[in-house]
């Protein structure tokens, strides 16, 4: 008896990549929506062989990225700039046109892969000075338990439709700075960074029933009354994990030295457990 695609998406749920032992786009929006998380707001995502032309028009904007890349590379966004046209805007600066929505579709299934590839709805949120951000939160086990190792904020060019610093062309941010200028009341201000700290640490719970990971980054978008979109989630795997070299670029180097420190601390404990287990088992 054939499957619906309900059942197979329960079924598929939380699959890690074989290769890399880590949960990609797609896989990371089922667990995440499975398992709601209050104050957390997901975009509406599908794969691309679901999407069909009405779908699409169901909203504005949508940005379509392959599920197993990383720094922004391959991402496109497409957005309704009539009744049944569109305007699909590469990261390379590349800007094709289409008449109608179907066009636009077909040639998506020409230029991605359908089955590893999502297309996301593009969140409602706010710029800072005009330029796209995001808020990276990054968060580091230690002592089995989780903890906020820092926080920062990526600004891209204005005309970038990623905030990734390579890929967006842009710089890292204190996030304090980027929230006072967004949130000018203090309560309110606070609430944002409380509910950061708060859902990104939920996140790395519900992950720690796919897999032990010992890094996790998280990239949020935020609203204009502080609600968090999520944008992305990264996790430590066999390629290498969320990157430590934005904190580096921080005025304040006390928090990047920190996370090295506990990277290494963690490093040296799964070498002693690696060996213990290789000769006294």
């Known amino acids: 008896m054939a499957l619906n695609t309900k059942e197979v998406i329960e079924l598929t ?15 990371m929006y089922l667990a995440l929506t499975h398992d709601a998380i209050q104050g957390l707001r997901i975009p509406y995502t599908l794969l691309m062989n679901q999407c069909t032309a009405t779908r699409l028009e169901g909203q504005s904007a949508w940005y379509i990225k392959p599920v197993d890349t990383w720094g922004g590379h391959q991402i496109a966004r497409c957005e309704q700039s009539g009744e049944h046209s569109w305007t699909l805007l590469h990261q390379t600066g590349r800007t094709l046109y289409y008449r109608r929505t179907q066009a636009l579709l077909d040639h998506l299934h020409m230029l991605y892969h359908p089955l590893t590839t999502i297309v996301q709805q593009a969140a409602p949120i ?4 005009g330029r796209p951000f995001d808020i990276r939160v990054l968060c580091q086990r230690q002592s089995d338990a989780w903890l906020i190792a820092g926080t920062l904020a990526r600004v891209a060019q204005t005309d970038s439709i990623v905030s990734n610093i390579g890929t967006g062309r842009g710089e890292v941010h204190e996030t304090r700075e980027i929230l006072r200028e967004i949130y000018p009341k203090t309560v309110k201000r606070r609430r944002v960074q409380n509910k950061l700290n708060q859902v990104s ?12 990971f010992d890094e996790v980054g998280i990239d949020y978008g935020l609203g204009a009354e502080g609600q968090l979109w999520l944008f992305e989630v990264n996790t430590n795997d066999r390629l290498g994990g969320p990157s430590h070299q934005l904190f580096a670029q921080l005025p304040d180097k006390t928090v990047y ?4 420190a506990r990277a290494a601390e963690s490093r040296r404990q799964w070498l002693s457990t690696l060996l213990s287990d290789l000769f006294f088992t």
């Open 257 to 260: 030295e920190q996370i090295e």
């Open 201 to 212: 640490l939920k996140i790395c719970h519900v992950l720690d029933t796919y897999a032990s």
């Open 13 to 27: 749920r939380g699959r890690l990549n074989p290769s890399r032992m880590f949960l990609d786009k797609w896989q």
């Open 126 to 129: 706010v710029t800072w000075q």
